[in-house]
């Protein structure tokens, strides 16, 4: 789903900016339903909690998106040292 998303041009900061977006509707919504609504200040905290719900699953596409835009990013690369083979600094694993 996230690779379907990244190709549909969807991009990490549409996502963080959808969950931030989804706090700011759930305070919102909750002081509409407040002041709007005589059902009380239950039926407000339900609306303002259901709403502040989305925001975790928003952040967390986010999150795998950019790791998908780093993937690509690194598979578009040129290998920096494929012409540079033997001047490449030799491994201390064996030390």
Same mark, same amino acid.
């Given at each position: 789903?996230?690779?379907? %998303? !990244?190709?549909? &041009? ?13 706090? &700011? ?5 909750? %002081?509409?339903? $407040? ?8 039926? $407000? ?9 989305? $925001?975790? @699953? =928003? =952040?967390?596409?986010?999150?795998? %998106?950019?790791?998908?835009? @780093? !993937?690509?990013? $690194?598979? *578009? ?6 012409? *540079?083979?033997? *001047? ?5 694993? &064996?030390?």
């Amino acid at each position: 789903m996230i690779r379907m %998303l !990244h190709k549909m &041009g969807v991009r990490s900061g549409v996502m963080y900016t959808a969950g931030i977006a989804s706090i &700011g509707l759930s305070v919102a919504s909750w %002081l509409m339903s $407040a002041k709007a609504e005589n059902a009380g200040v239950d039926r $407000a905290d339900r609306w303002g909690i259901f709403i502040g719900e989305w $925001a975790p @699953t =928003f =952040f967390a596409m986010g999150v795998a %998106l950019r790791m998908e835009e @780093t !993937h690509r990013e $690194a598979e *578009q690369e040129p290998d920096m040292y494929a012409d *540079q083979g033997a *001047q490449r600094m030799p491994s201390r694993a &064996g030390v």
